[in-house]
């Protein structure tokens, strides 16, 4: 029998979430291999999500603590668009992925995990990552640890200008 081994997984399972906003928490901390930070914008973050769908899900979240779109400044949404499109190349270089998933959940009904914070999700995809695992396991295997792709990511990163 194989295992499927995803050791960051059991914070959000037993629900040890930590307070306040998570995008706030990390912005003002400055250890951006344990949060995660892929890069710091000017107006926005970038990070790896701590509990991914798929390997290489990253986040895009303003600074400022928004909830909608309507109350983004323009900058921001720039900034925002400008991140995801850098994403998603340093993603294609580091990766390899066949497309992307990217998206914004407005509100918790729409699956907004952190709805006070407004941020884009890019998920990369690959032909055939949905299998019958998720249906019958209820489980998704990712198949890189966080770390390992932190560090790919931010090296990418920064030769990707």
């Avoid at 050791?7 to 928490?25: A, S």
């Avoid at 973050?45 to 991914?52: A, D, I, S, T």
């Avoid at 995809?125 to 990511?153: M, Q």
């Amino acid at each position: 029998m194989k295992r499927i081994w995803a050791p960051w997984r059991i914070e959000y399972i037993r629900g040890e979430h930590e307070k306040g906003c998570v995008f706030c928490n990390v912005l003002n901390d400055p250890d951006e291999r344990s949060r995660l930070v892929i890069h710091r914008g000017k107006l926005s973050l970038v990070m790896l999500n701590k509990y991914p769908y798929i390997g290489g899900h990253l986040l895009i979240a303003p600074k400022r603590h928004v909830g909608e779109l309507d109350e983004l400044k323009n900058t921001e949404k720039l900034e925002l668009m400008n991140l995801a499109t850098k994403s998603v190349s340093v993603l294609r270089e580091a990766m390899c992925p066949h497309g992307f998933n990217i998206g914004i959940n407005l509100g918790q009904v729409a699956g907004a995990g952190i709805p006070e914070h407004i941020h884009i999700h890019i998920v990369p995809r690959w032909s055939g990552d949905t299998n019958f695992v998720p249906i019958l396991g209820e489980a998704r295997i990712i198949n890189e640890h966080l770390e390992s792709t932190w560090e790919n990511l931010r090296e990418k990163w920064g030769k990707n200008k």
